[in-house]
Nanobody, 122 residues
Framework: VQLQASGGGLVQAGGSLRLSCAAS????????VGWFRQAPGKEREFVAV????????YYADSVKGRFTISRDNAMSTVYLQMNSLKAEDTAIYYC????????????????WGQGTQVTVSS
C-alpha cells in the first residue's frame, strides 16, 4: 500500500481543515488506516484509526469530539475532518495503514505516507 496525505495548511484557532489520505494498492480496502501527528520536539502520536469497513473508529482523547475519521473505499481515500482546531494541534500529520487494526492503534503500522503540515495560529 502506498499512501499520500494532503490537505494541510494554515488556519486560525477555532477553524477547520480536512486532510485526505489517498492510497494505491489492492489491499487498501481490507486495511485499517490511521492518522498520526508529530509536533516539533515531540514524539509521533496516534490521532485516530478506522477499520477496513469504516464501522470501527477510535480517537486519541486529545481530539475526541473535534476530529472525525472516515473512509471511501471506492475512492481508496481516508479523511480526517478537523474542527475547533487549537494551537496545540499544530504538527505534521501522517497517514498509515496495516492489515491489523491494533498495529495502527499501537503506532506500529507497516505502511506510512509522507506528512502534511497543519499550522494553527492562535
Amino acid at each position: 500500500v502506498q499512501l499520500q496525505a494532503s490537505g494541510g495548511g494554515l488556519v486560525q484557532a477555532g477553524g477547520s481543515l480536512r486532510l485526505s489520505c489517498a492510497a494505491s494498492g489492492r489491499t487498501f480496502s481490507s486495511a485499517a488506516v490511521g492518522w498520526f501527528r508529530q509536533a516539533p520536539g515531540k514524539e509521533r502520536e496516534f490521532v485516530a484509526v478506522i477499520g477496513w469497513s469504516g464501522a470501527f473508529t477510535y480517537y486519541a482523547d486529545s481530539v475526541k469530539g473535534r476530529f472525525t475519521i472516515s473512509r471511501d473505499n471506492a475512492m481508496s481515500t481516508v479523511y480526517l475532518q478537523m474542527n475547533s482546531l487549537k494551537a496545540e494541534d499544530t504538527a505534521i500529520y501522517y497517514c498509515a495503514a496495516d492489515a491489523v487494526y491494533n498495529r495502527v492503534v499501537r503506532t506500529t503500522p507497516s505502511y506510512w505516507g509522507q506528512g502534511t503540515q497543519v499550522t494553527v495560529s492562535s
